[in-house]
């Protein structure tokens, strides 16, 4: 039976950033963004700078468990059909030269605590419903869809076409790294995120 199995090409190996990440920004700070990488400033962001090109970490193990049943004086294993949770992902990026993707990262963290007054939304950026009274009815269900979003990560072909996606759900950000940068080296600036998600579907394309 002859081999079938492609060749990888050279220019695959010589890459790291072989997957791009879309980030959808939670629906209270879209109302942040400024709609311009020349009007800037510190309480908004640029929606345009949601688009990663990424490398590490980017898909967790899947693990469904077992379980050990006594049968006929032995054990006999089967499945319990139960996910186990999905580890934290941590992703890297290089930083772009107006540091606007890096900002949004910032924005989303903060907005889940901010830096000067350690709460929650502290610009009263969610507009919670009312009712008949008009009084504002709290809901927990309103605060996850504030700063969960969906993130989907593209994993390329050595000519850059998208070949498989993953849709990680109810996704929020929980770590910002530092950025990495040294001025002995030719590399791009550079930074890393992680996130928190419930579920991820994986489809190829």
Known sequence: MADTVAQQS?????????????LNLPDPLKQLNTFSTVNRNTDNVVLDSLQY?????????????????????QT??????????YDDITVNFTVDNGFNNWWVLWKWLNFI????????????????????????????????????????????????????QWNYSKAFITKLDGIKYS???????????????????AELL
């Open 76 to 85: 006999l294993n089967v499945t319990t059909g139960k996910r186990e949770k």
């Open 113 to 164: 605590n901010d830096t000067q007054t350690s709460t929650y939304d502290s610009t009263n950026l969610i507009a919670y419903p009312t009712n008949a009274n008009g009084l504002t009815t709290y809901t927990s269900t309103t605060n996850l869809q504030a700063y969960q979003t969906n993130i989907t990560i593209f994993g390329l072909d050595e000519y850059n076409n998208k070949k498989i």
């Open 53 to 73: 090109s990424i490398y590490g970490t980017i898909v967790p193990s899947t693990n469904i468990l077992g379980a050990a049943l006594p049968y006929a004086g």
């Open 183 to 201: 001025y002995r080296d030719a590399e791009q600036i550079e930074s890393s995120f992680t996130f928190s998600f419930s579920q991820v579907v």
């Open 10 to 22: 050279i220019l695959n190996k010589g890459r790291k950033d072989k997957f791009i990440l879309i």
